[in-house]
């Protein structure tokens, strides 16, 4: 009998492999738990000291069932591409709808690629499904918008998963949900640098306030800058901020750096800030302030 440690693959041992090399069933269970290993599911088991976290599960999936890929949830995280749940809430990764190892081999081999060292639906495919299964506008653009951006997701720097048209061409093929998935995508801007940013822009596009996004300003120093978004005419900038969507603490340090050297830029007259709680919790309260602050610029420029 070989070593139990030695017949697995990733930090994963699958019952069907220990009997292959001659464990006894009747042993089998009873020996891997008293050396620690930890039950994934029926029939699959993790090494010792090792975190059963979604990749080992997804991992012992694939092995248990061959044509298994990893759709959904599962994929937007192994993609980075950000997903909004509930109020406010973001994450890259989510539960994958568990199909039967059947119903993903319909898939075109187009639409599936290795990723992170699973099988997986492609960035586009992904996106797509995702932005069809969505229950509100909001979720169906911060998921385009982050499949269409370069940004910082978990931590990495990453560039667009997703190019407009490859994302377009897969909501154009005839699937439940495909026509309002197209309508929302319409919407999407690939210059949002966060999924608070993506709901401000539409709290406010339902308010008929209409900003640039990031666009390009340089501080009298020459420091560039890209605020959230820009009143251009009015001279007002608009930041979404919060430590929680930026990743760290000291990312969050370095926006309160920018917000100063934001406020030297010769367009800019005025900041206002709101954290992403805000954003997603009292978008009314958001864009009333705006709305105010436009008036008033309006108001102090006609007067000189």
Same mark, same amino acid.
């Given at each position: 009998?070989?070593?139990?440690? #030695?017949?697995?693959?990733? =930090?994963?041992?699958?019952?069907?492999?220990?009997?292959?090399?001659?464990?006894?069933?009747?042993?089998?269970?009873?020996?891997?738990?008293?050396? =620690?290993?930890?039950?994934?599911? $029926?029939?699959?088991?993790?090494?010792?000291?090792?975190?059963?976290?979604?990749?080992?599960? !997804?991992?012992?999936?694939?092995?248990?069932?061959?044509?298994?890929?990893?759709?959904?949830?599962?994929?937007?995280?192994?993609?980075? #591409?950000?997903?909004?749940?509930?109020?406010?809430?973001?994450?890259?990764?989510?539960?994958?709808?568990?199909?039967?190892?059947?119903?993903?081999?319909?898939?075109?081999?187009?639409?599936?690629?290795? +990723?992170?060292?699973?099988?997986? *639906?492609?960035?586009?495919?992904?996106?797509?499904?995702?932005?069809?299964?969505?229950?509100?506008?909001? !979720?169906?653009?911060? *998921?385009?918008?982050?499949?269409?951006?370069?940004?910082?997701?978990? =931590?990495?720097?990453? &560039?667009?998963?997703? $190019?407009?048209?490859?994302?377009?061409?897969?909501?154009?093929? +005839? +699937?439940?949900?495909?026509?309002?998935?197209?309508?929302?995508?319409?919407?999407? &801007?690939?210059?949002?640098?966060?999924?608070?940013?993506?709901?401000?822009?539409? $709290?406010?596009? &339902?308010?008929?306030?209409?900003?640039?996004?990031?666009?390009?300003?340089?501080?009298?120093? =020459?420091?560039?800058?890209?605020? &959230? @978004?820009?009143?251009?005419?009015?001279?007002?900038?608009?930041?979404? !901020?919060?430590?929680?969507?930026?990743?760290?603490?000291?990312?969050?340090?370095?926006?309160?750096?920018? @917000?100063?050297?934001?406020?030297?830029?010769?367009?800019?007259?005025?900041?206002?800030? @709101?954290?992403?709680?805000?954003?997603?919790?009292?978008?009314?309260?958001? %864009?009333? *302030?705006? +709305?105010?602050?436009?008036? !008033?610029?309006?108001?102090? %420029?006609?007067?000189?």
């Amino acid at each position: 009998m070989y070593e139990l440690a #030695i017949l697995a693959r990733g =930090g994963v041992l699958l019952t069907v492999w220990a009997l292959a090399a001659g464990w006894p069933a009747g042993r089998l269970a009873a020996r891997l738990r008293r050396d =620690g290993w930890q039950r994934i599911c $029926r029939g699959a088991w993790a090494v010792p000291g090792k975190e059963t976290d979604w990749r080992v599960r !997804e991992t012992a999936l694939q092995l248990l069932r061959p044509r298994y890929v990893c759709h959904h949830g599962t994929a937007a995280r192994l993609h980075r #591409i950000e997903v909004l749940t509930g109020a406010g809430r973001v994450r890259g990764s989510g539960s994958s709808a568990r199909a039967g190892a059947g119903s993903r081999a319909s898939l075109p081999p187009g639409d599936v690629c290795l +990723r992170r060292g699973l099988r997986v *639906t492609t960035a586009a495919r992904t996106a797509a499904d995702l932005i069809r299964a969505s229950g509100s506008r909001e !979720e169906a653009v911060v *998921t385009a918008d982050s499949a269409l951006s370069r940004r910082v997701v978990e =931590g990495v720097r990453r &560039d667009p998963p997703v $190019r407009y048209e490859e994302l377009a061409a897969q909501l154009s093929v +005839r +699937r439940p949900g495909a026509p309002r998935a197209r309508a929302w995508l319409r919407l999407a &801007d690939p210059a949002a640098g966060s999924p608070a940013e993506t709901v401000a822009r539409l $709290r406010m596009a &339902d308010a008929s306030l209409f900003p640039e996004s990031q666009p390009p300003l340089r501080t009298p120093a =020459g420091r560039p800058l890209h605020p &959230d @978004f820009l009143f251009r005419a009015a001279g007002l900038a608009v930041e979404v !901020e919060g430590y929680a969507y930026h990743g760290t603490p000291r990312a969050h340090e370095r926006d309160i750096a920018r @917000f100063n050297a934001l406020q030297s830029c010769p367009e800019v007259h005025r900041v206002l800030r @709101f954290t992403a709680r805000e954003v997603f919790t009292r978008p009314d309260r958001m %864009t009333a *302030t705006v +709305r105010t602050a436009l008036e !008033e610029l309006g108001a102090a %420029t006609r007067a000189t």
